[in-house]
Structures are given as C-alpha cells and as structure tokens.
C-alpha cells in the first residue's frame, strides 16, 4: 500500500461549531480504522492515526472492538458447506442477472462487511455495551518532584517552542519514526529517543526556532502526544533563568497553560518537553530516559 497523506487533526481554519468538517474527517477514518488496527498501513498513516486517537475516544473504542472481534474470529474452527450446497450455490449464481451496482454514497466501515457473519454482528453488540462504559486505560505515573520553576513567557526559547508546538499540534505530524537518522544528519548534536515507560516514538524532524536549528522528537505517552525539542548547548544556556538551576543539578519547568514544559541538559545540547501535561507529569517521562 502507498503512503497516504491524511489530516486528521483540527484544522487551523476550523471554526469551533463545524461539526460536518469534523464529521467528514471521521468518516474517512472509518474506512482505515480495520487496517490500522491489523498493522496493514503504511507507517506514516498509521502515526497520523495514531496521533488522532489520542483525542478521539469514538476512533479508539472502535480500534478496540476490531481486535476484539478479530481475535474471537480467528478462534473458531472453520465451518466448510458441504459440496452439494456449494454446487447449488454456484448454479444460482450462474443463472442470476445481476442488477448494475448503484453508486456507493458512503463508505462502509468494517463492521458493515458482508464478511463479517451474524456471530459477529452479535459479538460486535455486546462488546459495545461493555466497553460504552469504561474509558481509555491511562497509567498514573508519577514522578519525582521538579526542582525549578520559571515563568514560561521570560525565557524566549520557551515561547519559540510553545509557538512551534500550537503550530504542529493545528495539523499534521511533520515527520514520522523512520526519519530519525535524517534528524540526526541534519543537526550538529546528538539526537537519542527517551525510553519512558509507555512511550512510544511516532515522529521525527528537524525545525527552525526563530533561526536556530532544532530536532522534534514526538511520543506517543500513555494517551498522550508530547513532543521533545533537542537544541544546541549555547542556544539552551542562553538564558540565565535555564543556567543557574541547571548548573545546581535541577530540571526546569514552565507552565503556559495548558502547556506544561520541563528542560534538562542533554549531550551536547538542551532537552525540553512540552504536552499538554503538567510538568511533574513530564519529569516521570524523563526520568525513565535511555539511549538506543
């Protein structure tokens, strides 16, 4: 299958109160939700659906019956007909004259193929009522308290990162995970992925903080899209509100709500978190940080 270049995000035009644009959206979703779900998308639709679903619980419980009622399918023996019901099957077919297909108004979604029996429809039922009642798991972790606070709005290369960040969070992913060698080749300092326990790496690219080159990490934490902004050591120590608690061993964070923010030294060079999540919240990310 071919990369596809989708949006699924809101829109930066968008008004708040149009729900047909929204609705339109979903709509497309539905058509890929069952190839998602079975790994069959190319890798840069799936981390754009991936980014979606972290703020569509509908998409979500619709991913989750879809490997629900896969797996129980793939349980139950196989059923053959025996050969004179297929031989009658084939002779009916062969005498009827098909009608010309009507031209489709809508796509189908996957719980509406034929494929899928009435075993299925009913699985399908009750798995809704059970899961209309429960909501999308998310792990409290929590972490060691942040050192240092700072106000957000003082320190420039916070407000760079928090315009950056509005910018891409109003669309598309830039990048995607098989980018990450590019990231590195691009920027003159180290370029390595946290590993915090339920974080997942959907993106990568580099991008330009009012003139200074920087790589984007974004994670997919939890039900959570946070993106990590890497640059050089002297952009980074630029500010003395960064320096001195740095220089004492602390983390930084910053609030500008609803982001949150959180800064530490990296090899040759500056790390900062931005989510929208409270940075005591982003510390427990970092904290489980490891090269690969």
Request: hydrophobic share 45%; aromatic share 6%; proline share 7%.
């Amino acid at each position: 299958m071919s990369d596809l270049h989708l949006n699924f995000g809101a829109q930066p035009n968008e008004r708040p109160g149009d729900d047909d644009a929204r609705e339109a959206r979903h709509q497309v979703l539905a058509t890929l939700l069952g190839a998602y779900a079975d790994g069959e998308l190319p890798p840069e639709t799936a981390s754009q659906i991936d980014a979606h679903l972290l703020g569509c619980a509908r998409c979500r419980r619709e991913v989750e019956l879809h490997a629900v009622v896969s797996a129980r399918l793939s349980r139950e023996p196989q059923v053959l007909a025996s050969s004179t019901f297929r031989d009658r099957v084939m002779q009916e077919i062969a005498e009827t004259r098909l009608p010309s297909a009507p031209r489709a108004t809508a796509s189908r979604a996957w719980w509406q193929s034929p494929r899928i029996g009435v075993g299925a429809a009913l699985i399908v039922l009750a798995l809704t009522a059970a899961l209309s009642s429960t909501r999308w798991r998310q792990d409290a972790v929590r972490a060691r308290p942040v050192s240092a606070r700072v106000d957000a709005v003082a320190v420039p290369l916070f407000v760079a990162i928090l315009d950056d960040y509005r910018r891409v969070m109003a669309g598309d992913l830039p990048g995607r995970a098989r980018d990450l060698d590019a990231v590195r080749a691009a920027v003159p300092f180290p370029v390595q992925p946290l590993r915090g326990a339920g974080a997942s790496l959907l993106a990568a690219w580099s991008t330009d903080l009012r003139g200074e080159p920087a790589a984007v990490l974004a994670y997919r934490w939890h039900d959570r899209l946070v993106l990590e902004y890497l640059v050089a050591e002297p952009v980074f120590f630029r500010h003395p509100g960064l320096r001195a608690p740095i220089a004492a061993g602390q983390l930084v964070s910053a609030v500008s709500s609803p982001q949150g923010l959180l800064a530490w030294a990296a090899p040759q060079s500056g790390a900062i978190l931005v989510g929208d999540v409270a940075p005591d919240e982003l510390s427990a990310l970092r904290v489980g940080d490891a090269v690969r």
